[in-house]
């Protein structure tokens, strides 16, 4: 199983942005996805999570800007990201838990970070 991450790139303020992470490999389901983000300097901060249910939570300082989502048929998440800012500048990663088999334990994956630069 492989996390592909992409869509991240370099946007004025107040632009958009999709990220997407995609799961190859044989998977029987996605129970839980999230993104997080990495600004230099930093630590690893927790960005936006879904459970498989559908409920999603966001840190405050993107809440009402960005969107996770999902395409079970797919196997992809995605963080739509509306009005950035500067300080949204960062690494980001998608990690997703999910069962390779009916039955098998929850295995968290990471995919490989996508870089998002927000400047003018």
């Known amino acids: 199983v492989q996390l592909q991450a992409s869509g991240g790139g370099l946007v004025q303020p107040g632009g958009s942005l999709r990220l997407s992470c995609t799961v190859s490999?044989?998977?029987?389901?996605?129970?839980?996805m999230g993104w997080y983000r990495q600004a230099p300097g930093k630590q690893r901060e927790w960005v936006a999570s879904m459970v498989s249910g559908g409920a999603s939570n966001y840190v405050d300082s993107v809440k009402g800007r960005f969107t996770i989502s999902r395409d079970n048929a797919k196997n992809t998440i995605y963080l739509q990201m509306n009005s950035l800012r500067p300080e949204d500048t960062a690494v980001y990663s998608c990690?997703?838990?999910?069962?390779?088999?009916?039955?098998?334990?929850?295995?968290?994956?990471w995919g490989q970070g996508t870089q998002v630069t927000v400047s003018s």
């Open positions: 990690n997703i838990g999910l069962r390779r088999t009916v039955g098998s334990r929850v295995t968290d994956y």
């Open positions: 490999g044989s998977v029987f389901s996605l129970n839980t």
